[in-house]
């Protein structure tokens, strides 16, 4: 199918792009890499009047340490992430995820932000956010706004970005010494979204979880902080009980959806399998 006729801004500044946010309200779109924005498009299930390009906007494509954190430009693509040594270094749970994502073709346009600000359920990056501690910079033409990815994700490809804002940045905490990182995702094929997947982030001492953080993604309407198996591991050291214990406990934390990848029993099942998978993977 084609999309809809619309018209097409490339922009050079964000000024520039905040006019046209205000001009044309819910009728324009911001244009990252374009990965996920341009399928929509052209199966028709958006329309907006025009796109307003923001790659020729200097500043936005940055990875750069700032104190204690890293600071990641909305337009870094998700090959830049792959190839940031500053991202290995201190951010290892992105370097695990990436490769997850899409085709190389894909991962050379998409973006951070646009992964982000699009965020689909069972994306990756949106439950690194909640994982990693992940706050997002996002400005409108009057002012800057800080946003917790906890508080971040609304629903389905529901965000807290208004219309005539941009997401501008991420931050994420560098890696502390003793926090550990595991990825686990499981797609029918190498590169399909996850029919499920967990990000999880541990301070690890004697096999003991200390601010213990589990994201799933592919479990509900929107990345999933796993709260009542956290609280459950929260303290505890590594065992057969303390595993099997988390895995009931995502009961009450997971809501997977019935689509074609399958029904919500196999995903819940699917989850605790991972989840054993990750907490072994935090300890070893
Ligand atoms: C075949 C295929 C397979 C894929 N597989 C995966 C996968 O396995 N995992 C995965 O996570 N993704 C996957 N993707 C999507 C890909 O990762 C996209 O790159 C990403 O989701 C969106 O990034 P983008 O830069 O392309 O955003 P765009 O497509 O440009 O934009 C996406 C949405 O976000 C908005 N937006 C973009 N940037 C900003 C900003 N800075 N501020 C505010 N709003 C903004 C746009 O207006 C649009 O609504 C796949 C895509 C394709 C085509």
């Not at 341009?38 to 199966?43: A, E, G, I, R, S």
């Not at 994502?101 to 982000?116: D, E, F, K, Q, Y």
Request: proline share 5%; glycine share 6%; aromatic share 6%.
């Amino acid at each position: 199918m084609k999309p809809a006729p619309f018209s097409y801004m490339r922009v050079k500044s964000l000024e520039e792009a905040f006019d046209l946010l205000e001009e044309y309200g819910e009728d324009a779109r911001i244009l990252s890499g374009g990965q996920s924005l341009m399928p929509t498009l052209n199966m028709r299930l958006s329309a907006p009047k025009i796109l307003i390009d923001i790659n020729q906007i200097s500043g936005l494509s940055d990875i750069e340490i700032k104190n204690d954190k890293v600071r990641v430009g909305s337009l870094v693509r998700h090959n830049h992430l792959s190839s940031s040594d500053i991202v290995t270094k201190h951010l290892p749970l992105v370097s695990k995820a990436v490769p997850h994502i899409a085709h190389h073709a894909i991962r050379n346009r998409g973006t951070i932000g646009g992964s982000i600000a699009f965020a689909d359920p069972a994306a990756e990056l949106p439950a690194v956010a909640k994982a990693a501690g992940f706050t997002f910079i996002i400005k409108n033409r009057n002012e800057e706004r800080e946003v917790e990815a906890e508080d971040f994700f609304l629903g389905l490809f529901e965000t807290s970005l208004k219309e005539t804002e941009i997401l501008i940045a991420i931050e994420a905490p560098k890696l502390q010494q003793n926090e550990k990182t595991a990825f686990i995702e499981l797609s029918r094929r190498q590169g399909d979204y996850a029919i499920i997947g967990v990000a999880a982030q541990s301070v690890v001492e004697n096999s003991v979880f200390k601010d213990i953080r589990l994201a799933y993604f592919g479990a509900g309407d929107k990345p999933v902080m796993a709260k009542q198996a956290i609280d459950l591991l929260e303290g505890q050291s590594y065992s057969e009980e303390v595993v099997s214990e988390a895995q009931k406990a995502l009961e009450a934390d997971l809501n997977p959806m019935d689509d074609l990848n399958g029904p919500p029993e196999m995903k819940m099942h699917l989850a605790r399998v991972i989840t054993a998978r990750a907490l072994a993977d935090l300890i070893s």
